[in-house]
């Protein structure tokens, strides 16, 4: 695959200093040009102030020149989106049915530098369980430890479609992206790399961001961010802890004061080739989650989705 990473997104929200206050608890770190950084992404969040909450820019990461030239021809071949501009090491396309800037760059693969807090106790992932209880003599380092939580990573996107199968064959027929699991007309889970999901198509009345989400170490900083989110606003809990059946990962979902839900994943499902990965029809209540407390109906109609196809109008 040429793409290999989601590398940034622009958010539209309504007011940007109680959104940036809202990032800034969550685990990402301000910049002086006003980006949010993740632990190992780097710059990978701008917030642009406006009266309506929406996904202005998707960032992705491409291996090399050629690969932009590519999907470039592919734009006219396919039929589908156009050029905005176009650079050596950047491409920009819009996608047709919603208007999304698509910024493709020649980027480095994502590098995890950052280890795990307190290495010193031994291996942090070691669980003891019946059978095997390979930490002894010591709690598990995630109650000894007061560090803040900092997301690794931005993880993927939950977009919303008026025309959710022109924008699923857009991304699948010219960006490239390929899909993992799908309810077809529903909702695809598509990526750009080897997390089975950077990118999941939704349909929907109008344009918008459901939900964006960001890597994690593990499911107790999953636990341990939530927990710290809600301490300081209760108002923020939106929906976890729990597990995905599809994608595998641990979630606690939160709301930013713009309305845009914001997701701690950890232990998502990595794909390294399409063909050795297996996809299984879902249904029931495993499209949405293997186990945990059931979604609240404001997770699956959002509370100002009337507001929002309002103002699309």
Not at 193 to 211: D, K, S
Request: with cysteine; hydrophobic share 40%.
């Amino acid at each position: 695959m040429a793409l290999h990473r989601l590398t940034s997104i622009t958010l539209a929200v309504p007011d940007i200093a109680a959104s940036n206050d809202f990032f800034e608890a969550f685990g990402l770190d301000k910049r002086s040009d006003g980006w949010l950084d993740t632990r190992d992404g780097g710059r990978q969040l701008q917030l642009v102030e406006s009266p309506r909450r929406n996904l202005l820019r998707l960032g992705v990461g491409a291996t090399d020149a050629d690969d932009l030239e590519r999907i470039a021809k592919r734009v006219a071949s396919v039929g589908l989106g156009r050029v905005e501009s176009q650079t050596a090491d950047r491409l920009v396309l819009i996608e047709p049915a919603t208007g999304l800037a698509v910024d493709i760059t020649v980027a480095d693969p994502l590098t995890v530098t950052s280890t795990p807090p307190n290495p010193s106790q031994g291996d942090v992932g070691a669980i003891n369980s019946p059978a095997s209880a390979p930490r002894r003599d010591r709690p598990a380092p995630a109650v000894m430890n007061d560090d803040a939580v900092k997301p690794s990573n931005l993880s993927h996107v939950v977009y919303c479609s008026p025309d959710q199968p022109t924008t699923l064959a857009f991304f699948i027929d010219v960006v490239g992206f390929e899909i993992s699991d799908q309810i077809p007309g529903i909702i695809a889970f598509t990526r750009c790399g080897e997390v089975h999901h950077n990118l999941a198509i939704q349909a929907g009345p109008v344009a918008y961001a459901h939900h964006v989400a960001f890597e994690v170490d593990n499911v107790d900083d999953v636990a341990k961010g939530g927990t710290h989110m809600i301490d300081a606003d209760p108002d923020r809990h939106v929906w976890g802890l729990g597990r995905h059946a599809i994608g595998s990962n641990w979630f606690w979902y939160l709301k930013e004061p713009g309305g845009t839900f914001v997701e701690y994943a950890a232990d998502v499902d990595r794909i390294s080739s399409q063909a050795l990965y297996e996809a299984k029809e879902w249904s029931g209540h495993e499209y949405l989650y293997a186990f945990g407390p059931k979604p609240p109906r404001a997770f699956l109609e959002p509370t100002d989705l009337t507001d929002l196809i309002g103002s699309s109008t």
